[in-house]
């Protein structure tokens, strides 16, 4: 991954002996003048944080965007992290309004110029689902290797409505708490457990109709 937030092998090196700092450690190091904490924490998050947005966004390119975006922002607003609060609920937060603004800039993008993309709407389609569910590390042709029933669960996922799908991917993907989950999404706690109840059942639903 490329970007002015991705750090030299020398910058992680100099805090080699602080890798075992919590993230809220390394953030008030980076906050004091530390930029070496900085890139460590890009570091930390770079395989996980990225996950996420290709899940969410189902694009690789815009997820690539998106993770240098949040990172711009997390560094533009440092000063109003709240102390006792935990890092990683925060810098999703970020995150995902960074990727609600790139879903809404595409969907845009895609009215925009949808006459002339009718005939590529298949291929794109297609396209979107391998680019979910290639890892961080694969090599291009890895998705070859992928099985049905692991395209099948991705698909579903994929035809859940946004505000289902961000508690799901949360919840599921990478086990945040209801608590935690009301903090990234800012919506009340009742909320996330009655939506991540409807994406449970819709989910269920679309896979019983792959099945048939």
């Known amino acids: 991954m490329n970007g002015p937030f991705v750090e030299s092998a020398g910058s992680v090196g100099q805090l080699s002996n602080t890798a075992e700092r919590s993230d809220e450690e390394l953030f008030r190091l980076f906050r004091m003048g530390n930029a070496s904490a900085f890139d460590l924490l890009v570091h930390r998050y770079e395989g996980e944080l990225f996950g996420y947005l290709n899940r969410y966004l189902r694009s690789r390119e815009l997820a690539e965007d998106t993770f240098q975006n949040t990172f711009m922002a997390v560094y533009q607003k440092a000063d109003n992290f709240e102390e006792g609060k935990k890092f990683r609920p925060w810098l999703y937060a970020i995150a995902t309004n960074q990727a609600i603004d790139a879903s809404r800039k ?55 409505p946004e505000n289902l799908r961000q508690v799901l991917l949360l919840a599921y993907f990478h086990e945040f708490k209801y608590q935690e989950i009301s903090e990234v999404l800012d919506i009340p706690l009742g909320t996330v ?17 792959m099945q048939e």
């Open 106 to 160: 595409r969907k845009r993008r895609v009215a925009i110029s949808l006459e002339g993309e009718t005939n590529n709407g298949a291929n794109n389609k297609v396209g979107s689902i391998k680019d979910s569910l290639e890892g961080r590390d694969q090599k291009p042709d890895s998705f070859a290797m992928l099985d049905e029933k692991k395209l099948r669960v991705r698909q579903a996922i994929d035809m859940l």
């Open 193 to 209: 457990k009655s939506r991540l109840h409807a994406a449970m059942e819709k989910f269920q639903q679309s896979w019983k109709e």
